[in-house]
């Protein structure tokens, strides 16, 4: 079975930081590209970030310069390193996987809150 397993996710002050980790397993993970999504009550679901499993990453516009999604592949688990949060950045995030046969998974989201 497929299973991403987030963890990471609490409440912190503006201007801090949290690191937020998907550990998966069911997929070939390395041939598999990763993102993370948020999504706030009453509005869709966003990317935030996305990894290749070459390493080629991208961003929103709204986390540039702020969040960083990274990889292990010997440990199957993407991260997605996120400072100088703001109060906007208050969400639910979820871990994302897209595999070489075009399949996806979703974990069950973490939560981010991220007070005045």
């Known amino acids: 079975q497929v299973q991403l397993v987030e963890a990471g996710g609490g409440l912190v002050q503006p201007g801090g930081s949290l690191r937020l980790s998907c550990a998966a397993s069911?997929?070939?993970?390395?041939?598999?590209?990763m993102e993370w999504y948020r999504q706030v009550p009453g509005k869709q679901r966003e990317l935030v970030a996305s990894?290749?499993?070459?390493?080629?990453?991208n961003y929103a516009d709204s986390v540039k310069g702020r969040f960083t999604i990274s990889r292990d592949n010997a440990k199957n688990t993407v991260y997605l390193q996120m400072s100088s949060l703001k109060p906007e950045d208050t969400a639910v995030y979820y871990c994302y996987a897209l595999t070489t046969v075009w399949r996806a998974y979703w974990g069950q989201g973490t939560q981010v809150t991220v007070s005045s």
């Open positions: 069911g997929i070939i993970f390395s041939s598999t590209v």
């Open positions: 990894i290749a499993s070459g390493g080629i990453t």
